[in-house]
């Protein structure tokens, strides 16, 4: 693989393919990129029809391989909520600020051992002329009381990581890309595709 694009506008999903793809020397685009492409609509009722959604449509206005990533928050006390809504949770604005607020609200009453969850993300790769490949990842948590942490976007700052005892918007951007659901789903894509993320200098 020389070069992909991830079919992504998120300035903080980019940020990290970005880091994740160096030590293969595969180059990254991401749709911030192209900002002439529209919008795709996230129809799907899981976030793997999404992600297979978003790098369908790229896939063939490019005729390239691209890789979309639909991701989100599932917490449990709240029946899976925000889940394939997190983007939108607070409103169409996709305000990460005003998502965090809700989530907090919701939870004010319920207890720290029931505030379980976790971030989920579903990677598809898309090639012209093959099948569309997905892959998942998780990372497991607590949804905090408060924020904690400047790093990262979304609802890192809510989220504490139960294997690195911290939350995930006090991870360095190194440290989040070992553990993430993003950085898991990504090490499953090449697990089944060995062959095409050759890293430099092995
Ligand atoms: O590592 C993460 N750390 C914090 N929050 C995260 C993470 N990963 C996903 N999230 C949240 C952000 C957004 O509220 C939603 C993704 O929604 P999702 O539709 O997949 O992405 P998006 O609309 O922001 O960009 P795009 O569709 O162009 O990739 O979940
Ligand atoms: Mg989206």
Do not use: W
């Amino acid at each position: 693989m020389e070069k992909v694009i991830i079919a992504t506008k998120n300035p903080g999903k980019a940020k990290e393919f970005i880091r994740m793809f160096k030590p293969y020397g595969i180059e990254v685009k991401t749709l911030l990129d192209f900002p002439d492409i529209e919008d795709i609509e996230e129809t799907g009722q899981t976030f793997e029809e999404n992600a297979i959604l978003k790098a369908e449509t790229v896939c063939k206005q490019f005729n390239q391989m691209v890789i979309a990533d639909d991701s989100g928050l599932i917490v449990d006390a709240l029946d899976g909520r925000p889940g394939i809504y997190s983007a939108r949770y607070a409103g169409e604005e996709k305000n990460d600020e005003a998502n965090n607020d809700k989530v907090l609200n919701e939870l004010k009453a319920v207890k720290e051992k029931d505030r379980t969850g976790r971030f989920y993300c579903a990677l598809a790769l898309a090639m012209p002329g093959k099948e569309t490949i997905t892959v998942n990842g998780k990372c497991e948590g607590t949804v905090l009381f408060e924020r904690r942490g400047t790093n990262g976007f979304g609802y890192d700052p809510i989220f504490y990581v139960t294997e690195m005892k911290k939350s995930m918007a006090e991870l360095s951007p190194e440290e989040k890309n070992q553990i993430s659901h993003r950085k898991k789903a990504l090490q499953k894509l090449e697990e089944q595709l060995s062959h095409l993320f050759l890293k430099e200098n092995e």
